[in-house]
T-cell receptor, first 110, second 115 residues
Framework: QKEVEQNSGPLSVPEGAIASLNCTYS??????FFWYRQYSGKSPELIMS????GDKEDGRFTAQLNKASQYVSLLIRDSQPSDSATYLC??????????FGTGTRLTIIP | GAVVSQHPSRVICKSGTSVKIECRSL??????MFWYRQFPKQSLMLMAT?????????EQGVEKDKFLINHASLTLSTLTVTSAHPEDSSFYIC???????????FGEGSWLTVV
């Protein structure tokens, strides 16, 4: 089983709709979880960090964490064309490293 | 503004020469920084963990004599690609962990082209 499972997409969402990105992880010792956005040719940009079970909202973005189910998700409300990018989920594990999913390529259709 | 700064953003060097890339944490002291390499349309690949004041820890398959890492201060890590070859051309990205929040921030990345 891979450490982080993430649907690689591509995921297409109409402009203005909600984009839902999901990720599961295997390391039950993980405490810190992150969502990064990466545009083509650019480095990853932190969108959200989440450490506790439940929801965390920041503007149009909501991260959800369920440690019992080993599941973390990112919702993007009112999707904009500028949200089109690859989204990487990642967690900080007991090996003191950041482990990434393979990334989900999201396209917002005008 | 940027929390982690990387320089240069783009560099072209001749085959056989060495090139140095700098990574600075601007808002916090980072005892640990990380160096990644990414080829087009591929995932980030961790090359090494840079530890302030001690030797870097390299991932399996990464040549430590070719990719020299120096973490001389709590805000600066450098990656030197020695005797560069065209196959070393890639996007190199550093990251640093804020010990206060646990958040990991990435630098802007450095495009290396070896000709």
């Amino acid at each position: 089983q891979k450490e982080v499972e993430q649907n690689s997409g591509p995921l297409s969402v109409p402009e203005g709709a909600i984009a839902s990105l999901n990720c599961t992880y295997s390391d039950r010792g993980s405490q810190s979880f992150f969502w990064y956005r990466q545009y083509s040719g650019k480095s990853p940009e932190l969108i959200m960090s989440i450490y506790s079970n439940g929801d965390k909202e920041d503007g149009r973005f909501t991260a959800q964490l369920n440690k019992a189910s080993q599941y973390v998700s990112l919702l993007i409300r009112d999707s904009q064309p500028s949200d089109s990018a690859t989204y990487l989920c990642a967690f900080w594990g007991g090996n003191e490293k950041l482990t990434f999913g393979t990334g989900t390529r999201l396209t917002i259709i005008p | 503004g940027a929390v982690v700064s990387q320089h240069p953003s783009r560099v072209i060097c001749k085959s056989g020469t060495s090139v140095k890339i700098e990574c600075r944490s601007l808002d916090f002291q980072a005892t640990t920084m990380f160096w990644y390499r990414q080829f087009p349309k591929q995932s980030l690949m961790l090359m090494a963990t840079s530890n302030e004041g001690s030797k870097a820890t390299y991932e399996q398959g990464v040549e430590k004599d070719k990719f020299l890492i120096n973490h001389a201060s709590l805000t600066l890590s450098t990656l030197t690609v020695t005797s560069a070859h065209p196959e070393d051309s890639s996007f190199y990205i550093c990251s640093a962990r804020d010990p206060g929040s646990g958040t990991i921030y990435f630098g802007e990345g450095s495009w290396l082209t070896v000709v």
